[in-house]
């Protein structure tokens, strides 16, 4: 696939030099959280291609690689060096508030995607999923699933990210609809499938194997749950698991029968909050929603083949 990426830096370190660097009129940076998520590295993917449309539009991309204060730093690199405009998904919400206070100050605009900060009212949009509503499906079938009757365990993603906030609200919110069901363990798996796996050994520990329905975070965390699960010998026809994100490892566990449903976390906002900020680089034209969260939507495996957003080939 073509590019007309100007210069991308991978992982915060190398720099890659790609295709008209000398057209450039406008420089962005994009301070992206991490590469460790399966679902970052499509929106990662996302974030370029969609840059590559504008060759005005010079696109630096550094990794913080899930480390806030690096994001903070990459922040503070791109404001000294007089960057146009910068796009971030904050890896936390309070964390990157003095740094995106900043750059508002200096004239240099910021626009979010995925995740949001606590002072939103300091940058110029923000493109994103609603994680209530998708907490509140993940909860709603898991209700449909059991009859209102069961225990739940609750694998939350990382502390202190949008995310994990507004997900895990959703939850508690729909499942006082619901006092047959109750949550008998919650703890963070950091969305990835180590912890993710770690944390439900200590789940069946925990509650002795007695639970009903496991709510994921994420794909990445729901794929260790669920080995650990084949570890311990639970009868998967015995329990109800759902993730979030609909990436490639969910979809084949749905296949497998192992997951019986995922949300799908659009990658579609990645791409969107790309072409707004070239396009308010290039000509100052703001996006009519300044606040855009795009609401996700169930896959199981009688939909999954229809409804997930996109094949996940890079």
Same mark, same amino acid.
């Given at each position: 696939?073509?590019?007309?990426?100007?210069?991308? %830096?991978?992982?915060?370190?190398?720099?890659?030099?790609?295709?008209?660097?000398?057209?450039? !009129?406008?420089?962005?940076?994009?301070?992206?959280?991490? =590469?460790?998520?399966?679902?970052?590295?499509?929106?990662?993917?996302?974030?370029?291609?969609?840059?590559?449309?504008?060759?005005?539009? &010079? *696109?630096?991309?550094? $990794?913080?690689?899930?480390?806030?204060?690096? &994001?903070?730093?990459?922040?503070?690199?791109?404001?000294?060096?007089?960057?146009?405009?910068?796009?971030?998904?904050?890896?936390?919400?309070?964390? =990157?508030?003095?740094?995106?206070?900043?750059?508002?100050?200096?004239?240099?605009?910021?626009?979010?995607?995925?995740?949001?900060?606590?002072?939103?009212?300091?940058?110029?949009?923000?493109?994103?999923? @609603?994680?209530?509503?998708?907490?509140? %499906?993940?909860?709603?079938?898991?209700?449909?699933?059991?009859?209102?009757?069961?225990?739940?365990?609750?694998? =939350?993603?990382?502390?202190?990210?949008?995310? !994990?906030?507004?997900?895990?609200?959703?939850?508690?919110?729909?499942?006082?609809?619901?006092?047959?069901?109750?949550?008998?363990?919650? &703890?963070?798996?950091?969305? $990835?499938?180590? @912890?993710?796996?770690?944390?439900?050994?200590?789940?069946? !520990?925990?509650?002795?194997?007695?639970?009903?329905?496991?709510?994921?975070?994420?794909?990445?965390?729901?794929?260790?749950?669920?080995?650990?699960?084949?570890?311990?010998?639970?009868?998967?026809? @015995?329990?109800?698991?759902?993730?979030?994100?609909?990436?490639?490892?969910?979809?084949?566990?749905?296949?497998?029968?192992?997951?019986?449903?995922?949300?799908?976390?659009?990658?579609?906002?990645?791409?969107?909050?790309?072409?707004? %900020?070239?396009?308010?680089?290039?000509?100052? !034209?703001?996006?009519? $929603?300044?606040?855009?969260?795009?609401?996700?939507?169930?896959?199981?495996?009688? $939909?999954?083949?229809?409804?997930?957003?996109?094949?996940?080939? *890079?």
């Amino acid at each position: 696939m073509k590019r007309a990426l100007l210069l991308v %830096l991978i992982a915060g370190l190398i720099a890659v030099p790609v295709f008209n660097a000398a057209a450039a !009129t406008y420089k962005v940076g994009f301070a992206c959280m991490t =590469l460790a998520y399966t679902w970052m590295t499509y929106a990662y993917q996302a974030v370029i291609d969609e840059a590559a449309k504008y060759p005005e539009i &010079q *696109l630096v991309v550094e $990794n913080a690689q899930g480390d806030a204060a690096r &994001q903070y730093e990459i922040m503070e690199n791109f404001i000294a060096q007089g960057f146009d405009a910068i796009l971030v998904n904050p890896l936390n919400v309070d964390v =990157l508030v003095p740094v995106i206070e900043a750059a508002a100050a200096a004239g240099i605009p910021v626009a979010t995607f995925d995740r949001r900060a606590f002072n939103q009212d300091s940058t110029i949009f923000h493109v994103g999923a @609603d994680d209530v509503f998708g907490g509140r %499906l993940a909860l709603e079938y898991v209700a449909s699933k059991l009859d209102g009757v069961g225990k739940i365990v609750h694998i =939350l993603g990382e502390l202190g990210a949008s995310p !994990t906030i507004n997900r895990a609200l959703g939850i508690h919110e729909q499942i006082i609809h619901y006092p047959g069901l109750e949550i008998v363990f919650e &703890q963070s798996g950091k969305f $990835n499938p180590a @912890d993710g796996l770690t944390v439900m050994e200590d789940a069946i !520990t925990s509650t002795a194997g007695d639970f009903d329905a496991v709510i994921c975070a994420n794909d990445d965390s729901a794929l260790g749950a669920i080995q650990a699960m084949i570890d311990a010998g639970i009868d998967f026809d @015995d329990v109800i698991v759902v993730g979030y994100d609909g990436v490639p490892g969910g979809l084949s566990a749905l296949i497998e029968g192992t997951l019986d449903a995922t949300i799908q976390y659009p990658v579609e906002m990645a791409r969107l909050a790309t072409e707004q %900020l070239c396009k308010y680089v290039i000509s100052g !034209t703001m996006p009519e $929603n300044v606040d855009l969260d795009i609401n996700p939507w169930m896959l199981v495996l009688s $939909n999954y083949e229809t409804e997930a957003e996109m094949n996940y080939e *890079l």
